[in-house]
């Protein structure tokens, strides 16, 4: 069974300095991988995905993050931090083929600090 | 594209009555998620559709839920009767299984929904 961890429920941050968040897969071949980004009271954006291309993928805001399967990790950066970022956070993991579930992390809230 | 569109934004209701949330996916997308989002819980799938045929219902709480998706462009989540703790956001999402390129889902601005 697939499942994915996000480590770390909260993280603020200074404006301008590194965001990096955390994600963990578990899967038996690797999957497609998803970081999507929650503003207050909306619905979940895609950040970026990861579907067996690239290694480094860049997504929207200045977001990207490195598949690497040596460590069943999908982690998130930003290099600098804007007060615009805060907001929460959720990794998703996707199987290759059988089903189009997503299974969804719990998610890091990230704060920005001015 | 105007996106998911969910419909109420917002619902009240009192204990035992019947809810009903709409969903109208995005234009094309043959896939259509049903979640549920909640402090404790996280964000859980309900139900999802493909060609508007139930895939798989094992998300689905109890049998006082229920989903259908009588067309390409509208799907319903009931909840019959409902209870205090169904209160939750609940959102819609929708994804295009043909295009291998856009494994995506793409999410509604979501129902919120407080039952009293």
């Known amino acids: 069974a697939q499942s994915v961890t996000q480590l770390g429920s ?3 941050v ?5 965001v990096l968040l955390r994600c963990n897969y578990s899967s038996s071949v690797p999957p497609y991988l ?3 980004v929650q503003y207050p009271n909306q619905g979940l954006q895609l950040l970026l995905k990861y579907t067996s291309a690239a290694t480094l993928v860049k997504g929207i805001n200045g977001f990207e993050a490195e598949f690497k399967k040596s460590e069943t990790s999908f982690h998130l950066t930003k290099p600098s931090a804007h007060m615009s970022d805060a907001a929460e956070y959720f990794c998703a993991v996707r199987a290759t083929s059988g089903t189009y579930k997503y299974i ?6 990230l704060k920005v600090l001015a | 594209d105007a996106g998911v569109i969910q419909s109420p934004r917002h619902e009240v209701t009192e204990m035992g009555q019947e809810v009903t949330l709409r969903c109208k996916p995005i234009s094309g997308h043959d896939y259509l998620f049903w979640y549920r989002q ?7 799938l309900l139900i999802y559709f493909n060609n508007n045929v139930p895939i798989d219902d094992s998300g689905m709480p109890e049998d006082r839920f ?13 909840i019959q009767p409902s209870e205090p703790r169904d209160s939750a956001v609940y959102f819609c999402a929708s994804s295009r299984g ?5 494994y995506e889902q793409y999410f509604g601005p979501g129902t919120r929904l407080t039952v009293t």
Do not use: C, I, Q
């Open chain 2, 38 to 44: 909640t402090m404790m819980r996280g964000l859980e």
């Open chain 1, 14 to 18: 200074s404006e301008g300095a590194l």
């Open chain 1, 10 to 12: 909260h993280v603020s």
């Open chain 1, 34 to 36: 998803f970081w999507y």
């Open chain 1, 104 to 109: 969804f992390g719990t998610g890091t809230r």
């Open chain 2, 66 to 78: 229920s989903a259908k998706m009588p067309n390409a462009s509208f799907s319903t989540l009931k």
């Open chain 2, 98 to 102: 043909r295009d291998r390129a856009s």
